[in-house]
C-alpha cells in the first residue's frame, strides 16, 4: 500500500503524511522507537509544508513524535514537542477539550519523569479539572488522571496522599475493566509501591504479585512493563532482607530491558542500581561497584544533572567505595 502511494502520489500529499503515520504508530506499539520516530518525522515533513501552522494534524504529528521520546526515555525532547503540539490546540481548542487535557497530561508526565515534581502536579491538576468536568464519575479516563497525581505524590514521598490517589484510581478501574486488564495490573502495581515506600513490605509483595500474575498472562514475555514487576518485587525483597530472591527478580528485569529498551535510558540504570544495591547489602562491594558505575554512567547522559536519582547513585558509589 505505502509503496503504491509513494510510486503514484505527490511526495506532499496527506494520503502519505497518513500512511506514514500509522505505520510508525505501529512501530512506536512494537516498541521499535527508530523506526516509529523516522516515519513520524516523514508525515511531520509533509504536515509541515501542506497545512496551516495551528492545523489540529500538525499537533497530532508533534504529539506523536513526543510519545517516541518519552518511551525512548528521552524526556527534554518529548516535552519540547508535547509543549508545540499544546500550543496549537490552546489555540484551536476550547479550554475543557478532552485533547488539551492528554497534552496537560503528557506535559506531566514528562515533568514527573525529569524529577520536576511541583510543575508536574500543577499540569496533573488541569488535565484532572478537565476530566471532572467532562466525564462520568467512573469513566477509564478519570482513573488515569487520578493514577498520575498519585504518581506524583509517591515521587514527593507523600505517601498517604499517593494512597488515596491510586486507591480512586483502583475503585473506578474495578468496575469497568475485565480482572486481568493491563490497566489494573498497573493500578495493583502502584499500589504495592507505596506500601512498599511506607514500610509495609508484605502489602506490597501481595499487591506486587497481583500486577506480576496479569503481567504474564497477557503480556509477550520481552516487554518493559513486565520488567517492571519483576523489578518491584526484587526491590521488596531487597528491603526484606532476602537477597538471593532480590537478586532473582532484578536479573529478570535487566535481561527484558537490555533487550527492549535504548542503551541509555533510565530503566536500565534503575536495574543496574538496584543490582548494585543488593549486592552491596550482600558484602559484595566490587561487584556493586560496577553495577553502580554502569548506572551512573546511563543517568548522566540520560536525565537533568540536577535529578534526583544521580543524587542518590553518586552517594551509593561513595558508600560502597569507603566499605571496599
Known amino acids: 500500500d505505502l509503496e503504491i502511494c509513494e510510486k503514484t502520489l505527490p511526495s506532499n500529499h496527506p494520503s502519505l503524511a497518513t500512511s506514514y503515520n500509522n505505520i510508525g504508530l505501529v512501530y512506536d506499539n512494537m516498541g521499535e522507537y527508530s523506526k516509529a520516530l523516522s516515519y513520524y518525522e516523514k508525515d511531520l515533513e509533509i504536515c509541515e ?33 508535547y ?12 479550554s475543557n477539550h478532552p485533547s488539551l487535557a492528554t497534552s496537560y497530561n503528557s506535559i506531566g508526565t514528562v515533568y514527573n519523569k525529569m524529577g520536576e515534581y511541583s510543575k508536574a502536579l500543577s499540569y496533573h491538576e488541569k488535565d484532572l479539572e478537565i476530566c471532572e468536568k467532562t466525564l462520568p464519575s467512573n469513566h477509564p479516563s478519570l482513573a488515569t488522571s487520578y493514577n498520575n497525581i498519585g504518581l506524583v505524590y509517591d515521587n514527593m514521598g507523600e505517601y498517604s496522599k ?34 512498599d515506600n511506607m514500610g509495609e ?39 526484606m532482607g532476602e537477597y538471593s530472591k532480590a537478586l532473582s527478580y532484578n536479573e529478570k528485569a535487566l ?17 543496574y542500581n538496584n543490582i548494585g544495591s543488593v549486592y ?45
Open 49 to 81: 509544508k501542506t497545512l496551516p501552522s495551528n492545523h489540529p494534524d500538525l499537533a497530532s504529528s508533534y504529539n506523536n513524535i513526543g510519545i517516541v521520546y518519552k518511551n525512548m526515555g528521552e524526556y527534554s525532547k518529548a516535552l519540547s514537542y
Open 83 to 94: 509543549e508545540k503540539a499544546f500550543e496549537i490546540q490552546q489555540k484551536t481548542l476550547p
Open 162 to 195: 499517593a494512597l488515596s490517589y491510586y486507591e480512586k484510581t483502583l475503585e473506578i478501574l474495578g468496575k469497568a475493566l475485565p480482572s486481568n486488564h493491563p490497566y489494573l495490573a498497573t493500578s495493583y502495581n502502584n499500589i504495592g509501591l507505596v506500601y
Open 201 to 239: 513490605y508484605s502489602k506490597a509483595l501481595s499487591y506486587y504479585e497481583k500486577d506480576l500474575e496479569i503481567c504474564e498472562k497477557t503480556l509477550p514475555s520481552n516487554r518493559p512493563s513486565l520488567a517492571t514487576s519483576y523489578n518491584n518485587i526484587g526491590l521488596v525483597y531487597d528491603n
Open 255 to 271: 535481561e527484558i530491558r537490555q533487550k527492549a529498551l535504548p542503551s541509555n535510558h533510565p530503566d536500565l540504570a534503575s536495574s
Open 280 to 324: 552491596n547489602r550482600m558484602g559484595e562491594y566490587s561487584k556493586a561497584l560496577s553495577y553502580l558505575e554502569r548506572a551512573l554512567d546511563i543517568l548522566q547522559h540520560a536525565l537533568p544533572p540536577t535529578h534526583p536519582s544521580i543524587k542518590n547513585v553518586k552517594e551509593s558509589i561513595e558508600i560502597v567505595k569507603e566499605k571496599s
